[in-house]
Nanobody
């Protein structure tokens, strides 16, 4: 079993900052791609940012220059530094990791339970 647990969400004023963390635990041989997604009320879940094991990143156009994804492979943790936040960033943020549980297993996508980010004055 593998668990991904997010933390760091909350209420912040427009222009403020938050840092989300997502730690993976359990039966883990390796974690490949990791990412952050978000879902606002009444909308579909959308990609925010992804990062490969080697550190290559990709961002949604709406967050480029404001949000930064990073990871610590030794800690099986992915981060999302969120700066210059806007009300339209309000959503539940989910982390995802492509996890191989043993050396012979194929990688499977695991998701966290989500953390609420609210940007409001």
């Amino acid at each position: 079993q593998v668990q991904l647990v997010e933390s760091g969400g909350g209420l912040v004023q427009p222009g403020g900052s938050l840092r989300l963390s997502c730690a993976a635990s359990g039966s883990i041989f390796a974690i490949y791609g990791m990412g952050w997604y978000r879902q606002a009320p009444g909308k579909q879940r959308e990609l925010v940012a992804t990062i490969t094991r080697r550190g290559s990143t990709r961002y949604a156009d709406s967050v480029k220059g404001r949000l930064t994804i990073s990871r610590d492979n030794d800690k099986n943790t992915v981060y999302l530094q969120m700066n210059s936040l806007k009300p339209e960033d309000t959503a539940v943020y989910y982390c995802e990791g492509d996890v191989r549980e043993t050396s012979s297993a194929t990688a499977i996508a695991y998701w966290g339970q989500g953390t609420q980010v609210t940007v409001s004055s």
